[in-house]
C-alpha cells in the first residue's frame, strides 16, 4: 500500500509566493487525507439559516451568554459556504465563511471540537467549501457567530483563490474569470443581483400593465429594425445564409399584425461593430409594443417605469457616474424629465441649422470633427448629422432627457413628419442613448419607399443601411394598428445606475479576444 500523503506543514514560504503547481500540490494531498475522514465532494447539506438569516435570528433573539456557549454548545443550527479567511489563536480559530448573501464567522474551539480542531486547521484551505453546524452566539465584540460543534468539508478548492485581501484587480481577469471577480469581490456580486432585480421589476411593471411576454426568433432570414453590421451563418439543414437579430423590432411588428395588443421580450442582439465601453458585439434588449397609444404615452410610461426600476434595484434616483473626463457626476433620475429637439441640440452645441445645412455643410463640419474623407463620401445625410450631435451635443446631456425630432431616413421604421425627421425620440443620460422609442410607422407604402432609399444607400456604400423586407411589408400590408414602441439595452441601464464605465462590467461573461 502507498504511504499515506502528508501536507507540507514546515513550509514557511508566503502563501502568496508558491508557485500554483505547488499549492495544487499541496492541496491535492490534503484531499487524500479527507478520505480518511469521510470527506469528499458532498452532494448536498442541510442548512437551516443562510447568512443574512442567520444575522437576523441573532439580533431577533437574545443569545446565550458566550461562557455558556463555550460551555456547551447546542446543534439545532447549520450553515454553509465558502471559507474566505482564517484566524487561528491557537485553541481557538475564527473563520469567515461567503454565500450568495454575504459573510458570516464561524468559530471553531479545541474546548468543543477537541482533537478534531487541530486536524481542520491542517486540512481546511481558504476556498474551500464546508458547513458547520452549532449555536449561534455574539463575541464580546458583538460579531455574530456560530459556535461549531459539528464541521463538515464538502467541497475542496484544488486552485486557490487570489490574494484575500485584494481579490482580482486584473481587468483583463475580471472578465476571462468571472468567478473569481464573484467569489472575491463583493461589489461585483452585488452588481449582479442588481441587474437581477432591474430585470424582475421590468417584467412586473409591464406585465402589470397587461404586455404579453414573448420569444421571437434569434436566426433570421435577413436582418432588419436597427442599422448594423451582422454576424452572418449558414445553416446547413436549409443550405440557406442566415444572420443573428440585431434587433427585435421587425419580428415584433410581424407578431403585432396577428392581434397581439401588447407584447415585450428582454433578449440577446447581436452587432458585428466596433467594441468600446459602452458597445458590446452581444447585448441584452428590452422592447416593448403597446397598440392605440402614441409617443406621449410612450414617455409617461418610460419615465415611470425607469423610477419604479431603479427604487426597487438600487433604492435611490441619484447615481454616481464618471463623465468624458473620468470625474465622478451625480445623474438625477428624479422630478420631470425635459424634452428638446435634435434640431435645437445642433443648433446648440453645433452651430448648425439641421434644415437649411447643405451636403457641403455637413461633410465640412464632419471633417473639422473628425470622420475620415472616406467615410464621408459613402455616409448619408441622417448618419452626417447623427455623427455631428454625437460629437457635439449629446456628451453634453447628464440628467436624462427626451431628445426628439431626429432626421426621418435615420429612423425608417418610425412614423414620418411633414418636416423632414421622425416620429421618435431617444432617452439619453450622461452622454449614453439609454432608451430608443418610435411612433410606430404602419402605412406599408411609406415604408416600402423609406426602405428602398435605405437599399440604395447600401448599394452606394453605407453597409450599415436596411435592405428590404418583403415579409415585413407582407404582414404590414395585412394591417398594423396604430402603436407605438421602446427599445433599451439592459447592460447600458444598469452600467448606468451602478456606475459601471464599462459595459463589461454588467456582464457576467463577455466574449472576448481568444488568447
Known amino acids: 500500500m502507498p504511504p499515506t500523503p502528508q501536507p507540507e506543514t514546515n513550509d514557511q514560504t508566503p502563501l502568496h509566493e508558491k508557485p500554483e503547481g505547488k499549492l495544487i500540490a499541496e492541496r491535492e494531498n490534503k484531499l487524500a487525507l479527507w478520505a480518511e475522514h469521510g470527506w469528499g465532494y458532498a452532494s448536498r447539506y442541510d442548512r437551516t439559516h443562510t447568512s443574512e438569516l442567520a444575522r437576523e435570528y441573532i439580533h431577533e433573539n437574545d443569545p446565550r451568554p458566550t461562557k455558556d456557549v463555550m460551555a456547551e454548545p447546542r446543534t439545532d443550527t447549520a450553515v454553509c459556504g465558502r471559507i474566505m479567511n482564517v484566524r487561528d489563536m491557537g485553541k481557538l480559530s475564527f473563520l469567515r465563511i461567503r454565500d450568495a448573501e454575504g459573510d458570516f464567522q464561524v468559530c471553531l474551539a479545541a474546548s468543543v471540537l477537541g482533537d478534531q480542531h487541530k486536524t481542520l486547521l491542517r486540512l481546511l484551505d481558504l476556498g474551500d467549501f464546508c458547513g458547520f453546524r452549532g449555536e449561534f452566539f455574539l463575541t464580546k465584540h458583538g460579531e455574530p457567530s456560530l459556535m461549531a460543534v459539528e464541521v463538515t468539508p464538502l467541497s475542496k478548492a484544488l486552485r486557490p483563490l487570489p490574494e484575500k485581501f485584494h481579490g482580482v484587480t486584473d481587468r483583463e481577469t475580471l472578465y476571462r474569470q468571472r468567478y473569481l471577480d464573484l467569489a472575491t469581490n463583493p461589489d461585483t456580486f452585488q452588481r449582479f443581483l442588481v441587474r437581477t432585480k432591474v430585470v424582475n421589476e421590468i417584467r412586473r411593471f409591464l406585465n402589470e400593465k397587461n404586455f404579453q411576454e414573448i420569444e421571437s426568433r434569434i436566426l433570421q432570414p435577413q436582418a432588419g429594425g436597427a442599422m448594423a453590421r451582422v454576424f452572418a451563418t449558414h445553416h446547413n439543414a ?9 434587433a427585435l423590432e421587425i419580428d415584433h411588428k ?7 395588443e401588447r407584447l415585450y421580450e428582454i433578449g ?5 461593430e466596433g467594441t468600446d465601453p459602452s458597445h458590446l458585439q452581444e447585448f441584452t434588449m428590452l422592447e416593448w409594443y403597446a397598440a392605440y397609444a402614441d409617443l406621449s404615452d410612450n414617455m409617461a410610461w418610460t419615465e415611470a417605469m425607469i423610477k419604479q ?29 425635459p424634452r428638446v429637439t435634435f434640431a435645437q441640440l445642433l443648433a446648440d452645441y453645433a452651430e448648425l441649422d439641421m434644415f437649411a445645412a447643405t451636403r457641403a455643410d455637413l461633410e465640412e463640419k464632419a471633417a473639422h470633427l473628425g470622420m475620415a474623407p472616406e467615410e464621408i463620401e459613402k455616409t448619408g445625410r441622417g448618419n452626417l448629422l ?7 451635443a449629446r456628451p453634453q446631456i447628464v440628467h436624462p432627457t427626451f431628445v426628439f425630432g431626429y432626421p426621418s431616413d435615420l429612423k425608417p421604421l418610425a412614423r414620418p413628419n411633414a418636416d ?38 447600401r448599394a452606394a456604400g453605407d453597409d450599415e443601411a436596411m435592405d428590404v423586407d ?19 439595452g439592459i ?9 459601471q464605465p464599462n459595459l463589461r462590467d454588467v456582464v457576467l461573461l463577455p466574449l472576448m479576444k481568444r488568447k
Open 470 to 488: 418583403e415579409a415585413f411589408l407582407t404582414a404590414m400590408e395585412h394591417g398594423l394598428p396604430p402603436m407605438t414602441g421602446f427599445g433599451m
Open 491 to 499: 447592460d447600458r441601464f444598469v452600467a448606468l445606475i451602478t456606475g
Open 268 to 272: 440577446k442582439c447581436f452587432r458585428n
Open 386 to 392: 447623427d455623427f455631428i450631435y454625437k460629437k457635439t
Open 309 to 337: 426600476v431603479m427604487l426597487a434595484a438600487v433604492q435611490t434616483h441619484r447615481v454616481t457616474v464618471l463623465d468624458k473626463d473620468d470625474q465622478p457626476q451625480t445623474v438625477d433620475f428624479s422630478g420631470e424629465w
Open 420 to 457: 423632414g425627421t421622425a416620429d421618435c425620440y431617444q432617452l439619453v443620460v450622461a452622454g449614453w442613448e439609454i432608451v430608443n422609442s418610435y411612433g410606430e410607422l404602419i402605412d406599408p407604402r411609406v415604408q416600402r419607399e423609406l426602405l428602398e432609399a435605405q437599399a440604395a444607400a
Open 238 to 246: 436549409y443550405d440557406a445564409e442566415f444572420v443573428l437579430r440585431i
Open 254 to 260: 410581424i407578431i403585432m399584425a396577428g392581434g397581439i
